[in-house]
């Protein structure tokens, strides 16, 4: 999948010792830019993540007419309330490049639903292959006009929208978000149900600015009560703390190499993204936990990894929503970890960057990890000894850093393909494994 030329060797690591800060957080980063395009006057954001994809955030709301100043990662945005969004029907539709970005399109999708005008978001090819329907369905239950097809592109008709109740079939904090954008322009109160618990940034962010959400917990999920006929929120400032999905890689090295010692700075301590680190503790991690002097709606701190001798775990699909992200690399981790780690519910990762099952078990293979895919996830068994190998990123940033974990572990060097990959979350991530894992 990678350019020819986009070939890396990846080197067998001794240890990780030192201080590291991650770029800021990816989905903050995402929704801070479309909270800021529909609030009224200036806010800035400090510590934005600086990849690919919430580039691709700040390019549509561009083209939508947002003036967005500064470098990657100390933004001013200036809004002009929801009704800045708002095109002449007639015109036509505006194309809004999304990239390789989930958040990115589905977001929008909720937000220009209710917007006048036309619009047409369109991905590359990874993103227009993943599923848009668990978002398109839901929002035409409040009257929204979107094209019918299942991936992108897709055209929005946008218009009012009325309020009702409503369900998100997954659990996922991108649909959950998309029907909380749109019931905010509705013309009364919706409830949204939602059938598992993800990340809530969109909840705390947007409650931290007076918008009109509520939270209620509703069995293994939750229902949003959101009030509509929103014109402006409130402007602000945010710093965006470092990422968790970014740090967890070198943690995962941190815990897996000996004589290691890790401290990750400035990190979101939300809990609602740190079921990886539980589930790191659960296989036996040693991770210390120390909260900053809390600043705005994101708790951040600083982690504290070191090398620990790790067992396998069963992960179940609660597990699995709270690290969804980080699933791929616990596979990786339990490659290393005694015993054997089973890990079902895991479906959605088939219809991620990649199909993330199927590309971590290759993944595994290759570097000779004895390992069984399921429909719904797979099972690893730990212990035996890495071999350097030949793989691919399969166009997905995080498989072409687990690649580099397992490489690391490696009893000699490897070579990835796409490894530019990374470049979607985390640009300088070979420099930093670079300077804080000495080659052995
Ligand atoms: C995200 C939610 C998750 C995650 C993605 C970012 C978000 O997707 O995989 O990387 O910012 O809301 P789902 O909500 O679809 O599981």
Do not use: Y
């Not at 030192?18 to 801070?32: E, Q, T």
């Not at 200036?78 to 977001?107: I, V, Y």
């Not at 009893?411 to 300077?435: H, I, Q």
């Amino acid at each position: 999948m990678g350019r020819p030329d986009d070939v890396r060797v990846l080197h067998p690591r001794r240890r990780v010792a030192g201080v590291l800060r991650v770029p800021g957080d990816k989905s903050i980063s995402h929704r801070a830019l479309i909270f800021a395009a529909m609030a009224r006057g200036r806010c800035v954001i400090r510590g934005a993540a600086t990849g690919a994809d919430v580039r691709s955030t700040r390019a549509v709301l561009e083209r939508l007419g947002v003036a967005i100043a500064g470098a990657d990662d100390a933004l001013v945005v200036e809004g002009n309330g929801l009704a800045g969004l708002d095109r002449d029907p007639r015109a036509a539709p505006a194309e809004l490049d999304c990239g390789n970005s989930g958040t990115t399109a589905r977001l929008l999708l909720g937000l220009l639903a209710g917007r006048r005008g036309r619009f047409r978001l369109v991905g590359d090819a990874s993103l227009s292959r993943r599923p848009m329907r668990r978002v398109t369905a839901p929002l035409a239950r409040l009257g929204a006009r979107i094209g019918a097809g299942e991936t992108l592109p897709l055209e929005v008709e946008g218009g009012r929208l009325r309020a009702g109740d409503i369900e998100a079939g997954v659990a996922s904090a991108q649909v959950k978000s998309a029907l909380v954008l749109a019931a905010l322009q509705a013309d009364g109160r919706s409830t949204i149900r939602v059938p598992g618990r993800t990340r809530d940034h969109t909840e705390r962010m947007l409650a931290a600015l007076g918008a009109p959400v509520r939270v209620e917990p509703d069995g293994d999920g939750e229902r949003l009560v959101v009030d509509g006929a929103l014109d402006a929120l409130a402007s602000f400032e945010i710093d965006v703390p470092g990422d968790p999905s970014s740090a967890a890689f070198l943690a995962a090295l941190a815990c897996l190499l000996p004589d290691s010692r890790l401290e990750i700075e400035g990190v979101s301590l939300n809990p609602t993204r740190l079921g990886f680190v539980g589930l790191l503790e659960r296989m036996g991690a040693r991770i210390g936990r120390v909260p900053a002097d809390e600043a705005g709606p994101e708790p951040r701190g600083t982690l504290v990894v070191e090398s620990a001798a790790l067992a396998g775990i069963d992960v179940g699909p609660a597990d699995v929503a709270a690290a969804i992200d980080e699933i791929p690399l616990l596979a990786v981790v339990a490659s290393r970890a005694a015993g054997r780690t089973v890990i079902r519910g895991a479906a959605e990762l088939r219809v991620k960057e990649s199909d993330r099952i199927r590309a971590t078990c290759a993944l595994l293979e290759a570097f000779g990890v004895p390992v069984e895919e399921f429909d719904d996830g797979l099972a690893v068994t730990g212990g035996a000894p890495l071999r350097g190998a030949s793989v691919d990123a399969a166009g997905d940033h995080r498989i072409a850093m687990c690649a580099a974990v397992l490489a690391a572990l490696a009893d000699r060097p490897s070579r990835l393909t796409g490894a530019r990959w990374v470049s979607v979350s985390w640009p300088s991530f070979f420099d930093e494994l670079e300077r804080l894992a000495p080659r052995r």
